[in-house]
Each structure stands twice: as C-alpha cells, then as structure tokens.
C-alpha cells in the first residue's frame, strides 16, 4: 500500500494501527494454537469433517498450497462485529468522506477520476 504523504496524520495514524493490530493478532492466534494449518490435498481428502469442526466447535483453519497460506475457513458466527466496532468504523468512514471531500477537485465527477486512474495504470 502506497502511502498518501498528504493525508492527515490521523488517518495516517488509523492506517498504521489497522496493519499492527492485524499483525498482532494474526500472530496470537496462530501462537495460542488457535487457528489449524491444513494442505490443500488434506482438505480435499477431509473436507466434511474439517467443515464440520469449523462449524460445530467455532474452530479457524488455515489451508495451504506448498506451505503457503492461501485460505482460511472460519465460523460465520466469528465474523459479526459488535454495535461499538461498527459504530467506530462508520465514524472512521465519514471523517475519510470529509477528507476526501475537502480536497476533491471542483466539477471532477468520480467516474471521470477513476478512468484517469486507469490510464495511469
């Protein structure tokens, strides 16, 4: 991810934090034991009884290909966040909107950005 050198510190800031906390994490869960480490060909061999443990037991399972993450299963159940992580993300949304809103060019129309953008590529 390329830097934006003329984004607010804060969001800076937010940024950062969002990369080390995923780090941090990652790095817990798999210490902890939490989180298994499957191949691929054992998945195919096993699928049902690994998706059933997901399931029934809240177990995260990691595939992967050559030693490599590639997937991760986990429970659906995990993934809701709670009414103060959203309510903190939404926060975090509209102060972007307002960044972003302050140094848009006047008369620029979003699908006219995203196609110089494109030819940039």
């Not at 790095?27 to 096993?46: C, F, H």
């Not at 009884?49 to 986990?74: M, S």
């Not at 995990?78 to 949304?93: H, I, K, M, P, V």
């Amino acid at each position: 991810m390329v830097e934006d050198p003329g984004a607010s510190p804060e969001l800076r800031r937010i940024d950062h934090t969002c990369r080390v906390w995923y780090c941090v994490v990652t790095m817990v869960a798999i210490q902890e034991g939490s989180i298994r480490s499957i191949g691929v060909r054992e998945l195919k061999e096993q699928a049902t009884r690994i998706v059933r443990r997901v399931r029934e037991k809240g177990e995260e399972v990691q595939v992967t290909y050559r030693g490599r993450p590639v997937a991760r299963l986990i429970p659906v159940s995990g993934q809701r966040s709670s009414t103060r992580a959203r309510a903190a993300l939404w926060s975090d949304l509209d102060r972007l909107a307002v960044e972003i809103g302050t140094r848009w060019p006047e008369g620029l129309k979003a699908a006219e950005a995203v196609r110089r953008g494109r030819r940039e590529l």
